[in-house]
């Protein structure tokens, strides 16, 4: 299991996290939601060792691994998918593949990029393309292939669907509940709340760094007055579509 515990962070010398609790089970799809600036990049930045915390600790698989570097986590099996879509734009798909693939041995590179590529077939006829002139779909998942490229454990995503179409929203989708039922542990960071809670079990909303609500996604469900609330604190129109 990967599990935060009484996460306490600062950027800019403010307290943004006020001590957050999280678990993430293998093969479970988990929502983190809240609106704009509620704290939710940060949670996951601190995972992916991008952040320091001031408290708290981090446990993949019981070991702690908080304030460690990212490729120590990445090691761990923590793989992260950033907010945007940000690919690096100059490079070819393939290109982009590889960077990524670039902590695996060298024998296992070629099978893990096929592996990802049967994953999402469409990029197979971009692959020598420059991935600066994708489109923004077609960028999420180069995004997300390269985060599934190193067989990570936990994987956890900032932003799915923001920015993107219905269409590819839902393939997306399914990509994320097949990647779970492989036994992966997903993590979904979403402003879009029903879509995360329709693709997760359990659920936590986040509120100015703080945990207003954590359970099952169906518990949040039969109580929307939770989501609206805290959005409403927040100054924002709870985001339900
Ligand atoms: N680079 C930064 N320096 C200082 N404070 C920051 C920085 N980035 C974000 N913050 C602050 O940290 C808090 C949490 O922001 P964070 O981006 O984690 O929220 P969020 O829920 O992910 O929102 P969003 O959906 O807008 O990304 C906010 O008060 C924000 O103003």
């Not at 940000?86 to 096929?114: F, Y």
């Not at 995360?196 to 007055?225: C, I, K, N």
């Amino acid at each position: 299991m990967l599990k935060v515990k009484n996460l306490r962070l600062q950027r800019g010398g403010k307290p943004v996290l006020h001590g957050i609790d999280l678990c993430l089970r293998p093969g479970q799809i988990s929502a983190l939601v809240g609106a704009n600036g509620a704290g939710k990049s940060s949670t996951v930045m601190a995972v992916a060792g991008v952040l320091p915390i001031s408290d708290g600790a981090i446990l993949v698989d019981e070991q702690p691994m908080h304030n460690q570097r990212p490729e120590r986590l990445r090691a761990a099996g923590v793989a992260v998918v950033p907010e945007g879509h940000k690919v690096l734009g100059d490079l070819s798909v393939l290109d982009n593949l590889r960077v990524a693939a670039a902590a695996l041995p060298a024998a296992a590179v070629a099978a893990q990029i096929e592996r990802v590529l049967a994953i999402f077939p469409e990029l197979h006829a971009k692959l020598g393309l420059a991935a600066k002139s994708l489109s923004g779909g077609q960028k999420q998942m180069v995004c997300i292939a390269q985060a599934l490229v190193v067989m990570p454990r936990y994987l956890l995503i900032d932003e799915l669907s923001l920015g993107l179409s219905p269409l590819i929203v839902k393939r997306l989708a399914d990509v994320v509940r097949e990647v779970a039922a492989q036994g992966v542990g997903v993590l979904l960071i979403e402003q879009f709340t029903s879509l995360a809670l329709d693709l997760s079990t359990q659920a936590y909303v986040l509120e100015r760094g703080r945990l207003a609500f954590s359970g099952t996604s169906t518990a949040l469900l039969a109580q929307p007055e939770i989501l609206h609330s805290s959005y409403l604190a927040s100054g924002q129109a709870a985001k339900v579509q």
